[in-house]
């Protein structure tokens, strides 16, 4: 979602190889008679294929509150476990099995897939202030011992046997070691210690050895979005630190069911007004300042050739993706309705383009954005589903200092006046103003997702 876009030096592409053929598995629930009840049903191909999507009930309450929020109100989004008090439910809010149990009465005897973001690494968030964690970045002990292993305990209870349960593993965290660390520009002695002490990767593999174990559980884990890893020096190497990641600490590759990329960020799912492969009088588009030699221009493009490059790492030829459309609409006034003039590549691109951020580093709380397409299950080739991950109307963090108990820091990314880093190429962060701490229920910014909507509301 957040940190870094970040150019590497041009090199020659490392895409190839064919997108293998799955089968789709056929789901028989179990009910009793020789099997045991409790028998969670086998791993399906696309758990998102001929199941209901659980609806969180405590952000549908928020959403319906607002003025015309009854239109997405019954959208389902992720469930995010943020922290350790977050599994027995936080302030009061629901818990871990709240929620499952609220997912096995919505199925009601249907197919019903539930999302949960696990979201808690030792010194989590290392590039960027707003959603440092709780855990200081030696915790890997606290972290299997107070999250994964009572997460794991929850999730392989009988009673949720026959839910299919989508775990999206520890956003922001691998890509993070690629790109902000050693010699780049954009390197931070935070990334740099978790590099160092291996804690993301020692983490990541824990969770999904733990989590993979359970029968009725699909890991994806976080893969960035095209304006982070697209550069020709991330692609391969984040493809590689994942399949590392993967074999860690007791997982394989096979406890990985797929990838889920643009979690919580705003990167369009197409730009349908250029293409990577256009040229303006001679100059190509990868050549234009808002390209930046970037491989790919949109999410859709990029999950799709990442998916062959992960299996050319090592991940199971069926592999799938995931994409959060919950913030990439960028509907609107100020969207383009066709291709820019062919007077320069950057006027040509600029004029086209539907992303309206200011740089492809921007994440927080991009101003102009509107919500992206409707959760859907097998959209395109490869992709399992779009969905919305990041509830739309929580905040990505606080435009101002904020004093607070989540361990949340104040990330001037978030503030509108300020002039930017290296990982946004030194722009303004183009966030709204006046937003409460990241997870916190920003009104203005859903009316403007609202209003933004492509496809409108
Ligand atoms: C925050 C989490 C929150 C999540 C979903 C993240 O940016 O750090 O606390 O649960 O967003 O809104």
Not at 114 to 142: F, H
Not at 156 to 175: C, F
Not at 411 to 417: A, G
Request: hydrophobic share 35%; net charge negative; proline share 7%.
């Amino acid at each position: 979602m957040r940190s870094a876009s970040v150019r590497g030096t041009p090199r020659k592409g490392l895409i190839g190889g064919v997108a293998a053929a799955v089968a789709l598995a056929s789901v028989s629930l179990f009910t009793g008679a020789g099997a045991s009840a409790a028998a969670p049903a086998p791993r399906v191909d696309n758990p998102y294929s001929g199941a209901g999507v659980y609806v969180n009930p405590e952000w549908s309450a928020k959403a319906a509150a607002e003025p015309g929020g009854d239109r997405i109100a019954n959208q389902p989004t992720g469930v995010w476990l943020d922290r350790i008090a977050a599994i027995d439910g936080a302030n009061g809010g629901m818990g871990l099995r709240d929620h499952l149990d609220e997912a096995v009465s919505q199925a009601g005897g249907r197919q019903l897939t539930i999302q949960v973001v696990v979201y808690n690494l030792p010194g989590r968030d290392c590039a960027a202030l707003a959603s440092n964690g709780e855990l200081g970045p030696d915790d890997l002990p606290r972290y299997k011992a107070e999250f994964i292993d009572p997460i794991a305990a929850i999730l392989a209870d009988p009673a949720y046997a026959n839910l299919r349960i989508v775990t999206v593993i520890e956003i922001d965290s691998l890509p993070n070691l690629v790109t902000n660390t050693g010699s780049r520009p954009t390197a931070t002695p935070e990334c740099d210690r978790m590099k160092q002490n291996g804690n993301y990767v020692k983490g990541v593999g824990y969770a999904l050895a733990k989590l993979g174990a359970i029968e009725n559980v699909y890991n994806y884990i976080d893969a960035g979005h095209h304006g982070w890893i697209g550069w020709d020096d991330n692609f391969g190497a984040s493809a590689d630190l994942f399949a590392e990641a993967a074999r860690a600490e007791g997982s394989t590759t096979a406890d990985v069911h797929g990838f889920i990329t643009n979690t919580a960020n705003y990167s369009p799912t197409r730009e349908p007004h250029f293409s990577v492969d256009d040229t303006v009088n001679g100059t190509a588009v990868r050549q234009s300042s808002w390209v930046d030699w970037n491989r790919y221009t949109d999410e859709l493009t990029f999950a799709q050739a990442f998916r062959q490059r992960l299996v050319q790492a090592g991940f199971p030829a069926g592999i799938g993706m995931l994409i959060d459309t919950s913030r990439n609409g960028w509907g609107g006034s100020a969207r383009p309705t066709g291709p820019g003039p062919q007077t320069s590549v950057d006027a040509y691109v600029d004029g086209g383009r539907i992303d309206r951020r200011i740089h492809k580093g921007n994440w927080c709380n991009q101003s102009g954005a509107g919500l992206g397409e409707r959760p859907t299950a097998a959209p395109a080739s490869g992709i399992d589903a779009f969905v919305w991950m990041k509830p739309p109307g929580e905040s990505d963090g606080s435009s101002r200092e904020i004093p607070n108990d989540e361990g949340k820091g104040f990330d001037r990314m978030c503030d509108p006046t300020y002039e930017g880093n290296p990982r946004n190429g030194n722009n303004p962060p183009g966030s709204l103003p006046d937003a409460p701490i990241s997870g916190h229920w920003f009104s203005a910014q859903f009316q403007e997702l609202m209003r933004n909507a492509y496809p409108p509301l």
